[in-house]
Each structure stands twice: as C-alpha cells, then as structure tokens.
C-alpha cells in the first residue's frame, strides 16, 4: 500500500507564494499519473491538478490555471505544486494522490494553506 505525506503548507497573505510537495511510498510512483486536490471547509475535495508519468503533460482546474504548477520528481517519489498569487479561496487542505485514486491508496492527512486577505 502507498502512504502520502504532503507538506509545505502554512499562511500566507493574499498574493503570495508556496510549494507544497507529497511523498509516497512504494516503487511504483512513476506508473501513476498524480494529482492534487483540496478541501475547504463545508465543500467536498475537489481536483486541482494533475500530471503525466514522465510530467511531460499537466492540466489544471480553471480556477487555478496560470497561477500553479505541478511537478514530479519520479527518481525522489515526490511531486510538487506551486503556488503563485494565492488568494483567500484557494484557503483549504491540500492532498495528493493518484489520478483516479485507487481505493488501496487511501489519503495523506494533507497540508494545511490558509491564505489571509
């Protein structure tokens, strides 16, 4: 079974920047195309992004197209999002995953971004 652990989260003023990144466990990373996703308080998870095995091809949600960019590091079973010109709605818990997440994967406890206005 893989385990996820993101980190990078934090508060930060509208317009501001973080990285957040998620390691996985297990040698099969890079037969997965991983994504990220976020929870706001009151909503349900919603999908971010997301990247290819080899990261040659992304795609984002429209909310936040333009503004974040997701990465992988298969080598180091990480993958990354940055995120520019935060602003008070994209306030939420961060995850990664698996794009669809298998059910043997489960969830990471997230990362926590609370962007003040």
């Known amino acids: 079974q893989v385990q996820l652990v993101e980190s990078g989260g934090g508060l930060v003023q509208a317009g501001g920047s973080l990285r957040l990144s998620c390691a996985a466990s297990?040698?099969?990373?890079?037969?997965?195309?991983m994504g990220w996703f976020r929870q706001a308080p009151g909503k349900q998870r919603e999908f971010v992004a997301r990247i290819s095995y080899s990261g040659a091809s992304t795609y984002y949600a429209d909310s936040v197209k333009g503004r974040f960019t997701i990465s992988r590091d298969n080598a180091k079973n990480t993958v990354y999002l940055q995120m520019n010109s935060l602003k008070p709605e994209d306030t939420a818990v961060y995850y990664c995953n698996a794009d669809p997440p298998p059910k043997t994967w489960g969830w990471g406890q997230g990362t926590q971004v609370t962007v003040s206005s």
């Open positions: 297990g040698r099969t990373f890079s037969s997965y195309v």
